[in-house]
């Protein structure tokens, strides 16, 4: 168990949909992440957040919008998404981004379909 | 981040030591070697890390060259539940949080 859930594991949702992914880290860290994984392409980081504020956001189109509430809580707003975003999403959280030792924890993932 | 250069798939026997190389030839001084793994369909896990020194934990050993242009990740005694893809990333310095993840090596352990 690494200390970082998502939900939910699996959505599926229409083009025209909007759904919330949910990540929350019980491990006490500040800085979260948000990756992409496509089928057979390597992890894209999307978004970092370290202490609530927004550090990095990878090019990711307006579509994805990211939430963070609080340290312990991210979230990825999904509206009007097209079929090539289909992936499975993953959260990571680690103590912050100190640019010398980053060793993040990975949730599960959520995997998303969109038809 | 330093580009990292892994071979795109292993096999090793159970029981049998895994070695997995990976090529860092534009690492910079700043910079770690980090090693994670990815079992099918979970979220990736580290494993280890290291500047410059050989380290060691509970899941793995790091062997990092004295030029520090390459190094291997070695699972000991590799089980059944070591398949995985296993990522070696060189980061820090000014990449704060950031982990570029490539294709990484499919390790498959075969009975």
């Known amino acids: 168990e690494t200390g970082v859930t998502q939900t939910p594991r699996h959505l599926v949702m229409g083009m025209t949909n909007k759904k919330s992914l949910k990540c929350e880290q019980h491990?006490?860290?500040?800085?979260m992440y948000w990756y992409k994984q496509s089928a057979k392409k390597p992890l894209e980081l999307m978004f970092v957040y370290s202490l609530e504020e927004r550090v990095e956001n990878n090019s990711v189109p307006s579509r994805f919008s990211p939430e963070c509430p609080n340290s312990s809580h991210l979230f990825l707003h999904l509206h009007t998404l097209q079929p090539e975003d289909s992936a499975l999403y993953l959260c990571a959280s680690s103590q912050e981004p100190s640019g010398n030792y980053n060793e993040q924890f990975f949730g599960p993932g959520t995997r998303l379909t969109v038809l | 981040d330093a580009k990292t250069t892994q071979p795109p798939s292993m096999d090793c026997a159970e029981g049998r030591a895994a070695n997995l190389p990976c090529n860092h030839s534009t690492i910079s001084g700043n910079e770690y070697v980090y090693w994670y793994r990815q079992i099918h369909s979970q979220g990736p896990q580290y494993i280890i890390h290291?500047?410059?020194n050989n380290e060691t934990n509970e899941m793995a050993s790091l062997i990092i060259t004295e030029d520090r242009k390459s190094s291997t990740l070695i699972l000991p005694h590799a089980t059944l539940r070591d398949t995985a893809v296993y990522y070696c990333?060189?980061?820090?310095?000014?990449?704060?949080?950031?982990?570029?993840f490539g294709q990484g090596t499919i390790l498959t352990v075969h009975p």
């Open positions: 290291g500047l410059k």
């Open positions: 990333i060189a980061a820090g310095g000014t990449s704060y949080g950031k982990l570029t």
């Open positions: 491990l006490g860290h500040n800085a």
